[in-house]
């Protein structure tokens, strides 16, 4: 671990690499996210350090992660490198969600764009594999990075006697590569490898090393029938076993791939993997009974139910539910429409159009309620602890149409159960959505003028700790305070992936989904997505898995809001102008 006098903290480690490992850290002096490569001295010399150093700060291209800076710090040395929050090619690969033939060639295309850029630089990258290509998220998709040029070499120095270090991975070396001859088209070669794995599934040969080097020098190579032919076509060329066949440029592989994306993009029905069918597995009520309000929101906590619509909020005990009276609950009501609740161990945060209150676990009326923020702001964001001993707000003042992003805010940190205010900080930028992630701190969420989504971690005094920003933009964000390091996303306009989001190590993984989501809802084993319609799907993040089930609904029967506990899944549903409660064991979910 860096020391304070370091010019970074370092926040979790995100990689190993052949020379050092990788750490996630915050620059000190801007509180920006970077990445940390700590060298191995008895792996890499001074020499080669100083050789992938001069490497990096010559190239400058999207799709090459750029080096910052250099950091000496305790006989240890480290490259400050772009961070990617996408993790690896390989993690993508070895998920559970398959890559559509399209975003396969948009990654590989990446990728060349990269390899063009350094080729002309005169440099060769020698060890291109999915390990080494690192992903952000860009508008609707990943995009690829080209890291890792600790072997790399200048092509005028490819008869130089000197070999240092490894020299490659035989999965996806060129066959002339093992006998120490390099040239531009030894890292197209690889790219057919990556292409082939991308597309197929696995590598084109298998075995131990010594198997490889056979493989690559005299085995053909095979493909699935479902391969399209054009494909084909350009994996066989990259993979041609003599140098002067293959690609020569990689100007020559990307106008290859353009063209095919372009034909399949083109085509109302492209020869795309077909998707298998997805299985939702029937849920059967325990009971069902009508209730006498009109409900639009439900909430579990500590045994307690919430049930509220846009005047009023109903609260009583979860254990009744079977039987569930309107005589049974304690009535709220509220000025203006109540937008959300947040339920803790120690009460309520209720929002209304532009007032936030805090309710007390024991309150038994109006007058229990504590205002914490009320019409003076034009606009504001509420969070709670989730031990609820604080909450947050930030309170806006000044023009809140939704294109004036300089809005001048107010961070406001109470103490509860009082509501006593403790902190304040304020900024200019337009709020969008704020969490309470643990005990001490939490996190501010903005959307920029060139539409990237901006984070923004601060602590229970108020101060700014740290920042990210990821190019692309998010609609809804929720947080679980049962997994206080993950949040789960929404992207505009892009209805089809979720976005999971690791703090501690700021990742981002999209996750396919097959139901037109109506809603996001924390659950015990992680998060609970529906449809109006009775869908769920259930990310798991005790097993990283996903699980499908379904409720079967009259014909006109929508959901209108889902709760979950450790025991039990509560889901309000209407038709024909009736509301239902129906209760589920949570077992039968998971």
Known sequence: MLEPQSNYKILNLVGQGQFGKVFAAIDLKSGALVALKELNTQQLSTGNFLRE???????????????????????????????????????????????SLDRSLKLVIDILRGLEYAHQ?????????????????????????????????????????????????PAYMAPEQFYGDYSFN??????????????????????????????????????DADVPILIRGVIAQALEKLPPRRFQT???????????????????????????????????????????????????????????????????????????????????????????ICCRLTGCAISTTNALYFLPRNGTNNKDLITIADSLFTSWLGALDPQGSWLAT???????????????????????????????????RKWQHLMIIDRRRGLAIAQNSAGQTEFHLFNRRGQWLANSTIKITLDTVVHNPLF?????????????????I??????????????????????????????????????????????????????????KAIAASPSQLLVVTTCDSQFWLQKFNWGDLV
């Open 502 to 559: 690791t703090l501690t190590s700021f990742n981002l993984k999209r996750i396919a989904i097959d139901i037109e989501l109506s809603q996001i809802e924390p659950c015990p084993q992680g998060y609970l997505l529906y449809s109006q319609t009775g869908q769920m799907i259930l990310l798991d993040l005790t097993v990283e898995g996903l699980s499908r089930r379904a409720i079967r609904l009259e014909e006109t029967e929508i959901i």
């Open 53 to 99: 150093l001069t490497f990096l700060v010559t190239l400058d291209h999207f799709n090459l992660v750029s080096c910052k800076a250099l950091e000496h710090f305790q006989q240890k040395r480290y490259l400050v490198m772009d961070y990617c929050e996408g993790g690896t090619l390989r993690q993508l690969m070895n998920g559970s969600a398959p890559i």
């Open 121 to 169: 630089q005169g440099i060769i990258h020698r060890d291109l594999k999915p390990e080494n290509i690192l992903l952000k998220s860009g508008d609707r998709r990943y995009t690829a990075h080209i890291a890792d040029f600790g072997i790399a070499k200048l092509s005028r120095e490819v008869k130089s006697a000197e070999v240092f270090g490894a020299t490659g991975s």
């Open 186 to 223: 030894c890292d197209l070669y690889s790219v057919g490898v990556i292409l082939y794995e991308l597309v197929t599934g696995t590598r084109p040969f298998s075995g131990m090393p010594r198997e490889l080097v056979a493989a690559h020098l005299s085995q053909p190579v095979s493909y």
């Open 394 to 428: 930030i309170a806006g003042q000044g023009n809140s149409r939704e294109s004036d992003a300089s809005i001048q805010s107010q961070l406001n940190i109470y103490g509860l159960p009082g509501g006593q205010l403790q902190r304040s900080l304020n900024s200019l």
């Open 250 to 340: 990689a100007s020559q592989m990307l106008a290859s791939l353009e063209l095919i994306l372009e034909i399949l993009e083109a085509d109302p029905h492209p020869a795309l993997p077909l998707q298998t069918s997805t299985v939702f597995k029937p849920l059967t009520p325990v009971s069902k009974i009508a209730l006498a309000e009109d409900i639009s929101h439900l909430a579990l906590s500590q045994n307690q139910i919430y049930l509220y619509d846009a005047d009023y909020l109903l609260v009583g005990q979860d254990s009744m539910t079977p039987n569930i009276t309107r005589d049974e609950l304690t009535k709220f009501t509220f000025s203006q429409p109540v937008k959300s």
């Open 484 to 500: 206080s390091d993950c949040l789960l996303a929404t992207e505009r306009d892009n209805p089809g992936q979720v976005i999971l």
